[in-house]
């Protein structure tokens, strides 16, 4: 059973407005129109809601670029500090190899460094070097001298990998 409320609400639809405004005089559903006063209202519940969200959204955006621009920053410092100081450990390395330094790229582990010779300057990657500081710790000196065997008899494969957006690993 229809109340007289539920009629009046499915009627709005076919009740028509012109704006008074004469540059617009749009003609619109009661259905669509937004009633306003010309005096302030008093906020309700949903108002102070609403404005709480508003509000939320708001700090977490500024959350979200403070969040970016620290990064940017922490990259940045690691970038002109760390990695320089990785660099100079081994520098005697980059001079008996004539490694430019543009072409390393950080492992850490199980070496320090992996350097693509001629990526930068050249257009053919002449070389690929394995690159590791000298340590006097046992386990590190096995695992260097484990790598350099395996690279000498030639026990190594090449794959490809492939990550899609999603993080599924599609292997070639």
């Known amino acids: 059973m229809e109340t007289s409320f539920d009629v009046f609400f499915k009627e709005q639809r076919h009740i028509f407005g012109v704006c008074p405004n004469p540059e617009c005089r ?13 005096a302030k209202y008093v906020q309700d ?21 403070k969040q970016k621009e620290l990064k940017a920053k922490y990259i940045e410092k690691a970038r002109k500090t760390v990695l320089p100081q990785k660099l100079r450990t081994i520098s005697s390395l980059f001079q008996k190899r004539l490694v430019q330094p543009e072409d390393i790229k950080v492992v850490s582990h199980p070496l320090d460094f992996i350097a693509f010779d001629g990526l930068i300057t050249n257009e053919d990657l002449q070389r690929v070097v394995l690159l ?37 690993v599609t292997l070639e």
């Open 45 to 65: 519940w949903l108002d102070r809601v609403e404005d709480q969200m508003a509000s939320w959204e708001d700090k977490q955006e500024g959350l979200e670029e």
């Open 26 to 38: 749009e003609v619109s559903r009661l259905a669509d129109i937004r009633v306003s006063y010309r």
């Open 132 to 168: 590791d500081s000298e340590s006097s710790k046992k386990f590190r000196s096995g695992i260097q001298n484990s790598i350099r065997t395996t690279v000498e008899n030639g026990k190594y494969d090449w794959h490809i990998a492939r990550v899609d957006e999603e993080g599924k």
